[in-house]
């Protein structure tokens, strides 16, 4: 497919640059966790009424959720963005070497993911003007990725029930399309409640809830020899139950993520792991709940939209990273084993080679392994694609100091405004071609009917939001 309007979009790309860059080193400085990202989602909604967006605060009832939209008639084309940080990857920007603070930081790059998805929304509004052409281009600032499924509660609420297309991207060390490989994920609470009582004086009164925890542990990983060998369990304690060991601790608290390969095993292998804790409780003599917390779908494909998002990255080339950049990525690669090196190039099914930063577009027919992520319920609610742009040196671990590290850097500002042009050159042929749009609902609609959508949240299940909601 020849590419249209490369040389104007990228024009409206170069333009607005430098302010996605200001919004991305904001949300840098501002790191907030899951449901907080007031600040974050506060600077991206003033970003979207700078750029004459219409503006909806608060999407499916999420004060930190807002999404923008411009344009008139036409099919409708959505960007993702996200802003979300992790909890202990604080660092110091453009500085190698690791920080003993326990602070918040953006180790996922998701300072430059919505940053960059939003310059690619405002370069396709202000395309959309100068062109005349109908359609309408969408923003959403979605919270609470890493680990909230904000994407998830935005779907069941309806909020892109009359999308078109969407498309995302995520921060790593190569560029290209993502495929989507991703694992479906259910996250839940169980809480064992038992008796306490002295350790030493009266234990035989006690029920340890902390030894129902411990034997649920036990009993789960006795299961992982008999669940697919793509499935995964994960767990870590929320509540002990207490430091003193002279009390038969009567209240611990165990928190699961499942994951599954396809959405319809996730639910099976849940309730194998509730089983288990049933078990645990039966023979401790405690009692047990269970609360899910959060859930994500894995990701449908979508190759007619991955098609177009390849041809676009390789009509653009790869990023041009400068001298002082591949200085700065080789002192990152120096603070990272060998290992981590060979397992980013294992990762993408190359040997690897001597650069610090990639030089190359993944091919279209690549591999690349992900965890999970709530995009999954996006993709099947509407024909969604995502990207992998380049923001940090090769090798560098995502959810790790050295990714804080480098997310002002010059690096990350090269990639995040390169797969930024891939989005929009994307979505224009998108906007040109309303028969491409066509086969992307048409492949859409064939996988929904072989396997429809169950939401993974429970309909009791809700984002953690009430009391921001009364602030």
Same mark, same amino acid.
């Given at each position: ?380 609610? @509407?024909?969604?694609?995502? !990207? #992998?742009? %380049? &923001?940090?040196?090769?090798?560098? $671990?995502?959810?790790?100091? +050295? ?15 390169? @797969?930024?042009?891939?989005? !929009? #050159?994307? %979505? &224009?042929?998108?906007?040109?071609? $309303?028969?491409?749009?066509? +086969? ?32």
């Amino acid at each position: 497919m020849e590419m249209r309007n490369l040389e104007d979009i990228g024009t409206h790309v170069d333009a607005l640059a430098p302010a996605a860059i200001a919004l991305g080193d904001a949300v840098w400085d501002t790191p907030e966790l899951c449901y907080e990202e007031r600040r974050s989602c506060e600077l991206h909604t003033a970003m979207l009424h700078e750029q004459g967006f219409t503006v909806t605060p608060h999407v499916a009832g999420i004060p930190t959720a807002v999404m923008g939209e411009s344009g008139t008639a036409g099919p409708v084309i959505a960007f993702l963005g996200e802003y979300d940080a992790l909890p202990g990857l604080a660092a110091q920007a453009g500085i190698c070497r690791p920080v003993t603070t326990s602070a918040n930081g953006h180790g996922c790059g998701h300072n430059l993911l919505g940053a960059a998805s939003l310059l690619a929304a405002a370069a396709v509004a202000r395309w959309l003007r100068a062109s005349g052409m109908p359609g309408r281009v969408r923003y959403y600032g979605c919270p609470a990725e890493e680990g909230g499924a904000g994407k998830g509660f935005m779907v069941r609420a309806g909020a892109f029930k009359d999308v078109d297309a969407a498309i995302s991207w995520h921060p790593t060390a190569f560029c290209g399309v993502l495929p989507p490989s991703s694992l479906a994920n259910m996250r839940m609470d169980f809480t064992f409640s038992g008796r306490s009582a002295h350790a030493a004086a009266s234990p035989h009164l006690g029920r340890s809830a902390l030894d129902a925890v411990e034997l649920m542990n036990v009993g789960v990983n006795y299961l992982r020899e008999h669940m697919l060998p793509t499935s995964r369990i994960h767990y870590a304690y929320v509540d002990a139950g207490g430091s003193a060991p002279n009390v038969v601790q009567s209240r611990a608290v165990v928190r699961y993520s499942v994951r599954t390969e396809a959405l319809a095993d996730l639910s099976p292998l849940t309730e194998r792991v509730k089983q288990v804790a049933e078990g645990a409780a039966l023979m401790t003599g405690t009692t047990v709940t269970s609360h899910v917390t959060a859930g994500v779908a894995n990701l449908l494909p979508c190759p007619p939209l991955e098609k177009i998002l390849h041809e676009s990255f390789m009509e653009i080339g790869p990023p041009r990273f400068s001298d002082a950049d591949n200085i700065f990525a080789r002192e990152i690669q120096a603070t990272l084993s060998s290992d981590e090196i060979d397992a980013a190039f294992r990762q993408i099914g190359r040997r690897r080679r001597d650069i610090a930063l990639t030089d190359f577009i993944l091919p279209s027919d690549g591999i690349f392994s992900l965890g999970s992520t709530d995009v999954g319920d996006v993709s099947w609610t @509407v024909p969604t694609v995502q !990207a #992998l742009g %380049a &923001t940090c040196a090769i090798g560098t $671990p995502l959810h790790s100091w +050295q990714m804080t590290a480098q997310g002002k850097s010059s690096i990350a500002h090269t990639g995040m405004i390169h @797969v930024a042009r891939a989005m !929009a #050159l994307t %979505a &224009t042929q998108l906007f040109l071609s $309303p028969e491409l749009l066509a +086969q992307a609902r048409e492949d859409h609609a064939a996988r929904l009917a072989e396997q429809p959508y169950t939401c993974p949240i429970p309909p009791d299940t809700h984002p953690p939001v009430q009391a921001s909601l009364q602030d």
